[in-house]
């Protein structure tokens, strides 16, 4: 690993599932990032902006700012009960109303290439490629998103991924855009599940991010419909977004296949002549591995 630190920008739609508030702490637990911006993407951005600035206040890192996307419509999300107190206006940390712009500054000013990695779907950030497509230029991008050959729940067939089919056309856009492309889609995001000793080390911690991330966690678990719960006793739900995070730092434990991916209209991706070359993370090389840097520094 590179000793020097890699600038990032996140871009989250924290609120609705629980993997990005899991990813948000591991983030801020990894001593190869330097995190230049987190901006939140779909549905309501600025109650998703109140979940970042939150978190960031909690664990001291409001030096951080946010960018808050086009916002898509009201909707409170599951994890609003943790922030229905929290007024934006005590974020002591800046906040830009325009996230497209300032991920389009932020990333046009670095003095080195950024790393965008991106949780959620992709309107902020197909966004900000329509105000300066020059923004490829001085970054790459990483997501959790898509489905290769592995679908969710075990699914030997590729499935359409939530990332993908809630906004098709900014997924299009930003898989054409010409900047290096590397994405964990299902085939190997799905396996991220916490158990047994990993998990009791998690529930057994009580430093500030892990506090956090069990708060909202535990709210989370109210929330889901019964019929869809996606968590089973004494294990976590799947942590999808973890995986993109790792990869921004590296690829050692991940087989990472070069792949021309076509995004259909119904919203698979699917390997296609007339797709673009993305750089797919599709096995795992030693996920008990990933397992343990996960836990390590989350605990830590």
């Known amino acids: 690993m590179n000793s020097k630190k890699i600038p990032v920008i996140l871009d989250t739609d924290i609120g609705l ?96 290439p950024v790393t965008l990695i991106s949780i959620g779907p992709l309107g902020t950030v197909a966004g900000a490629l329509k105000i300066n497509p020059k923004i490829t230029e001085n970054s790459r991008f990483i997501g959790m998103h898509g489905s290769i050959y592995n679908g969710y729940w075990g699914s030997n067939k590729p499935q359409r991924e939530y990332n993908v089919k809630k906004n098709i056309e900014a997924c299009r856009d930003v898989f054409h855009a010409e900047w290096e492309k590397t994405i964990t889609p299902l085939d190997t995001c799905r396996d991220i599940v916490l158990s047994g000793e990993f998990l009791d080390r998690i529930m057994t911690c009580d430093n500030t991010v892990v506090k956090l991330i069990k708060e909202n966690y535990d709210i989370w678990k109210k929330k889901i419909i019964p019929k869809l719960i996606m968590t089973k006793k004494n294990q976590t739900s799947i942590l999808f977004d973890t995986v993109a995070i790792y990869l921004s730092f590296s690829e050692e434990l991940l087989n990472i296949e070069e792949l021309k991916i076509e995004v259909t209209d119904c919203g698979l991706t699917q390997i296609s002549e007339k797709g673009n070359l993305i750089r797919c993370a599709t096995s795992w090389k030693d996920i008990q591995i990933f397992k343990e840097i996960l836990v390590d520094r989350l605990t830590n």
């Open 17 to 112: 599932d629980i993997d990005d508030t899991w990813a948000l702490g591991f983030l801020l637990k990894c001593p190869e990032l330097d995190v230049k911006l987190i901006t939140t993407s779909s549905d309501n951005t600025p109650l998703k902006a109140k979940l970042v600035a939150k978190f960031l206040e909690a664990v001291g890192r409001t030096d951080i700012p946010i960018g808050i996307g086009p916002p898509e419509n009201r909707k409170k999300g599951w994890l609003y009960p943790w922030v229905k107190d929290y007024e934006m206006s005590r974020y002591p940390g800046m906040v830009h109303e325009s996230g497209m712009q300032v991920l389009c500054s932020t990333i046009i000013y670095s003095p080195e």
